[in-house]
């Protein structure tokens, strides 16, 4: 049986894997993100393994487009199987400037994005009375980092975001996977100048989250290590945090 997923964010990294994932196994996957150069070559890689990608040119912090979008798949497709909502961006604070620009777009894209993204298919599912959602957190939703309060911020909106959402989407047949990602080998993380604990392949982190959607399991933390250091992480003091987190100076 084919299935329709929608994956946002998949013109790099984690999102394109995910959608040469499922191009594998012949399904129909709408390909969003705002690089048209990179859509095109995901979309051809796509064909190549048997898949049938549509791509959406779009900004996930744009509502309006967002739903344009969902309509189209979901009409061009007679419904919706797997919204995947993984477009994100990372970045500095930058709030001794004194412009939250910096700051209020990581947390438009991370957070807004995902709500623009995932609920113009919610109606849809509760219809079909089926349909799996997954939306990309990050271990770093866990604690404050330092100069990413941004981006931890907007992770660990997510994590309460979705917790609450299990109980509004359960009683519909609708599953809620949350992904937790420590570092995954992406256009994200190539400049790091620090050492990756665990760092993991993308084509890995994908058949690893698509499993876990699969089983409809509510939580996934990844690579496994991070499920036992997350406990200490949260309990770490603020001067260790400080000492083990890579600072301005190091990203530099
Ligand atoms: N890599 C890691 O170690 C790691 C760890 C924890 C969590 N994560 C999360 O995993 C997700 C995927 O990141 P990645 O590591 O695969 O990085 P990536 O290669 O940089 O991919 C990010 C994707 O999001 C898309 N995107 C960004 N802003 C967008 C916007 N406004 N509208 C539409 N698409 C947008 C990008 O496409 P365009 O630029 O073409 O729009 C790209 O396809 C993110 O949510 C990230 O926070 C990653």
Known sequence: MSLN??????????????????????????????????LQTVTDKCIELGGNPIVYNIDVSDKEKCKDAAKDFMSTNKGI????????????????SGDPSEINSILKINLLGVTNSVIPFIPKMKEQH???IAIISS???????????GYSASKAALRNLTESWNYTLKPYGISLTT???GYIDTEMT????????FLMHSDKASRIIANSIQRKR?????????????????????FLIYRFTPNQKELK
């Open 130 to 132: 089926s349909g799996r």
């Open 179 to 181: 992904i937790f990602p």
């Open 218 to 238: 509510r939580k996934l933390i990844l690579p496994w290590q991070w499920k036992f250091i997350i406990p200490i992480f949260r309990i770490l003091p603020r």
């Open 5 to 38: 997923i929608f994956i946002t964010g998949a013109s790099s990294g984690i999102g394109e894997s995910l959608a040469y994932y499922y191009s594998r196994k012949g399904y129909t996957i709408g390909i969003a993100a705002r690089r048209n150069d990179r």
């Open 139 to 149: 271990i770093a939703g866990f604690r404050g980092l330092p100069h990413h309060g």
């Open 81 to 96: 199987d797997i919204v995947i909502a993984n477009a994100g961006v990372g970045g500095d604070d930058n709030i001794l």
């Open 190 to 197: 190539k400049d790091h100048k620090f050492k990756m604990p």
